[in-house]
T-cell receptor, first 113, second 111 residues
Framework: NAGVTQTPKFRILKIGQSMTLQCTQD?????MYWYRQDPGMGLKLIYY???????DKGEVPNGYNVSRSTTEDFPLRLELAAPSQTSVYFC????????????FGPGTRLTVL | QKEVEQNSGPLSVPEGAIASLNCTYS??????FFWYRQYSGKSPELIMF????GDKEDGRFTAQLNKASQYVSLLIRDSQPSDSATYLC???????????FGTGTSLTVIP
């Protein structure tokens, strides 16, 4: 099992550009999440999904969009990149139930200039 | 507002000592509690989880939970330089299976 994979690993965007961060998991998990982590800070939830076709906002959803057409994939879309979106983005997945841990992908380091 | 608070540190301990990391949470509906370790530039990895009051031990690591005080801690015995990392406390509230993270405690183990 590859677990949770993310692409790209690094990306530099200009202000106003758009991009999609890809996330795929092969553990058949229902729950998937997108977090951002700013330097010296914890993880902030952007969006999450409880299954294919179902998504919901987290703490910091502004400037982002998601979709979940399959169990495996959960892409994150940035439409108009802003310097405030410079961060490290982590995708995670978990099984259903209170005691299921989250498994994290390796992260995408995004810089918006 | 579901808050998870950690002492931000940095925390420095000598090699072989016990490192104590603390976490408090605000939501009494919290069901399970996780400790993740994050090395610089890497993704978080699970160390332990706990959901019942009391202690849970796994090797050099012990998690302690006190739901009445809304407090969870992680003890690292015989600390090693390889334990130097940021430790994130996470709380799971059984409502959509959301996890709430603290800002992390930076630990340095001095050889």
């Amino acid at each position: 099992n590859a677990g949770v994979t993310q692409t790209p690993k690094f990306r530099i965007l200009k202000i106003g550009q758009s991009m999609t961060l890809q996330c795929t998991q092969d553990m058949n998990h229902n729950y998937m999440y997108w977090y951002r982590q700013d330097p010296g800070m914890g993880l902030k939830l952007i969006y999450y999904s409880v299954g294919a076709g179902i998504t919901d906002k987290g703490e910091v959803p502004n400037g982002y969009n998601v979709s979940r057409s399959t169990t495996e994939d959960f892409p994150l879309r940035l439409e108009l990149a802003a310097p405030s979106q410079t961060s490290v983005y982590f995708c995670a997945s978990s099984g259903q139930g209170t005691y299921n841990e989250q498994f994290f992908g390796p992260g995408t380091r995004l810089t918006v200039l | 507002q579901k808050e998870v608070e950690q002492n931000s540190g940095p925390l420095s301990v000598p090699e072989g000592a016990i490192a104590s990391l603390n976490c408090t949470y605000s939501d009494r509906g919290s069901q399970s509690f996780f400790w993740y370790r994050q090395y610089s530039g890497k993704s978080p990895e699970l160390i332990m989880f706990i959901y019942s009051n009391g202690d849970k031990e796994d090797g050099r690591f012990t998690a302690q939970l006190n739901k009445a005080s809304q407090y969870v801690s992680l003890l690292i015995r015989d600390s090693q330089p390889s334990d130097s990392a940021t430790y994130l406390c996470a709380v799971n509230i059984w409502a959509g299976n959301q996890f709430y993270f603290g800002t992390g405690t930076s630990l340095t183990v001095i050889p």
